[in-house]
């Protein structure tokens, strides 16, 4: 992985160790690349920026392209059933490659 790609990936691993819905994975993948502020675990930037990830923009289009780019490459899992996802505990390789 590229070196200047690993300290985001890294973040993403930290935040999404347990499964999150789609929205919330969306919203830590935006804190981990710097376009939304850092919540202090109570989700009041969450429901702050949640109308910027539920509505059809350019934003929310990336965050979610890039969630499903995320799965392809295997660096996180996806419940199709639970519509749920979490980082890939499995990854630690392709972190390295």
């Known amino acids: 992985m590229d070196s200047l790609l690993a300290p985001i990936a890294g973040a993403l691993k930290e935040n999404l160790l347990e499964w999150e819905d ?7 993948l935006g804190i981990c690349l710097g376009l939304f502020q850092p919540d202090d675990g109570s989700y009041d930037q969450f429901r702050e920026y949640k109308g910027v990830l539920c509505t059809d923009n350019a934003a929310s289009m990336f965050l979610y ?3 499903d780019r995320l799965v392809v490459l295997g660096l996180l899992e996806a419940d199709k059933k639970k519509y749920k996802y979490r980082w890939n505990p499995g990854s630690e390789d392709r972190l390295l490659a």
């Open 22 to 28: 789609p929205d919330i994975t969306a919203y830590k």
């Open 65 to 67: 392209e890039t969630i």
